[in-house]
């Protein structure tokens, strides 16, 4: 599957963003999604995963409670809606679909990436 995200932006520290990403093929309601940020001079790391119904969802310890993860399968998107952003959530942020059952919080069993959006917050 091919995935493309958007909606990143700069935001002033306690704003808001949602990010989408749009997804091609037929089999993307079989899919989990996940997102994964990167920030500079860091290694990547997980921010919100969900699974394949939508019926379950999970969080870094970092954005829960401040994070939502969604998905429309009926457009092929899943979202990130982002609220009370802090200076350390500044990142590039990817999705990503993993095509087995099971919801995981490891990048590496993940198969397919978008190209990643930019987030930045300031203070």
């Known amino acids: 599957v091919q995935l493309q995200a958007s909606g990143g932006g700069l935001v002033q520290a306690g704003g808001s963003l949602r990010l989408s990403c749009a997804a091609s093929?037929?089999?993307?309601?079989?899919?989990?999604m996940g997102w994964f940020r990167q920030a500079p001079g860091k290694e990547r790391e997980f921010v919100a995963a969900?699974?394949?119904?939508?019926?379950?969802?999970y969080y870094a310890h970092s954005v829960r409670g401040r994070f939502t993860i969604s998905r429309d399968n009926a457009k092929n998107t899943v979202y990130l809606q982002m609220n009370s952003l802090k200076p350390e959530d500044t990142a590039v942020y990817y999705c990503?679909?993993?095509?087995?059952?099971?919801?995981?919080?490891?990048?590496?069993?993940?198969?397919?990436w978008g190209q990643g959006t930019q987030v930045t917050v300031s203070s």
């Open positions: 990503a679909a993993d095509r087995r059952d099971s919801v995981s919080v490891s990048g590496t069993t993940y198969d397919d």
């Open positions: 969900i699974s394949w119904s939508g019926g379950s969802t």
């Open positions: 093929g037929r089999t993307f309601s079989r899919y989990v």
